[in-house]
């Protein structure tokens, strides 16, 4: 995170006052949108009036893309379905591809050896691990937790075994899941060793990410609003997890949609009245559709 915004404990679903001084009047150029518990609806669905109102904001004119830890694959399938034609922020950040041309912008995968320090480490508790390879979402045996991930990802999963003796080059990628309680403890004793060196980053309740040092949701939004030749105040991101908050911090404008952790709220310029892709539709009516 950047500077920490000093907001109410109950932000409600009214725009607020911020450190960044922002207009409110500024016309967006950009629009990042997180998807699970963001865009989606609950049932991971692309609902009819989130495409119309993404159709809205295309025709005006305005960039829109999605920011997601989800893999490119996954996310580029419902890029299609709204047809986004621009690069995409996937794996937190680590790669922003094209969905149309499949041209790679940024290509920041985990540096081989601490990736296979982080595995080792994780396999001393036994957590199910997932490992990103060449956008190929790798398991290191088939279980429910792993089955159900990939079932909201959208990807078949390859089950590869020890990922320490399968993982031949950078993987974009690790992913450790457990209870939620495990995964903070995981991140409390992780955090300390490699401050500096990567990202660990708590994506959900229990998936915690490993990347870049250089893979951040906001770092990518920066780069992409640099890249179309965009102001800071120019772009909104619209999010609702731990690792949305950098990206909602160098936004411009930093929405968080109503069923979002009452601790993420915290750090949003703006909260929405509704939930989940409703809520995204109310801040792009609000602030884009204008």
Excluded: W
């Excluded at 909602?248 to 109503?258: M, N, P, R, S, T």
């Amino acid at each position: 995170m950047h500077q920490e915004h000093l907001l109410p404990d109950n932000p409600g679903s009214t725009l607020k006052t911020c450190q960044k001084n922002r207009p409110l009047d500024t016309k967006y150029k950009l629009v990042a949108v997180d998807l699970d518990d963001t865009l989606l609806s609950k049932d991971l669905r692309v609902t009819g009036r989130v495409r119309e109102a993404v159709a809205a904001v295309r025709s005006a004119g305005v960039y829109f893309t999605v920011s997601t830890g989800r893999m490119y694959r996954s996310a580029a399938r419902i890029a299609g379905e709204l047809g986004i034609d621009i690069p995409l922020i996937t794996y937190q950040g680590a790669l922003v591809k094209n969905s149309l041309s499949g041209e790679v912008l940024v290509d920041k995968p985990l540096p081989l050896a601490y990736a296979r320090e982080i595995i080792t480490r994780v396999h001393q508790y036994g957590y199910h691990l997932n490992g990103y390879l060449d956008d190929r979402l790798l398991m290191e045996r088939d279980d429910e937790e792993g089955r159900r991930y990939a079932a909201i990802a959208g990807v078949e999963a390859e089950v590869v075994g020890d990922l320490l003796e399968y993982l031949d080059h950078d993987p974009t990628k690790v992913l450790a899941i457990a209870k939620e309680y495990l995964v903070d403890e995981l991140k409390a004793e992780l955090d300390p060793i490699y401050k500096g060196k990567i990202t660990v980053s708590k994506s959900k309740p229990h998936f915690l990410e490993f990347v870049h040092i250089e893979a951040t949701k906001g770092n990518a939004l920066a780069f992409l609003a640099a890249h179309f030749g965009i102001k800071r105040e120019e772009v909104m991101a619209v999010g609702d997890g731990y690792n949305d908050l950098d990206m909602l911090d160098y936004a411009g404008l930093g929405v968080v949609v109503a069923n979002a952790r009452d601790e993420i709220k915290k750090y949003a310029d703006y909260v929405t009245a509704a939930p989940y892709g409703d809520g995204v539709v109310e801040a792009l009516e609000r602030f884009v559709l204008v």
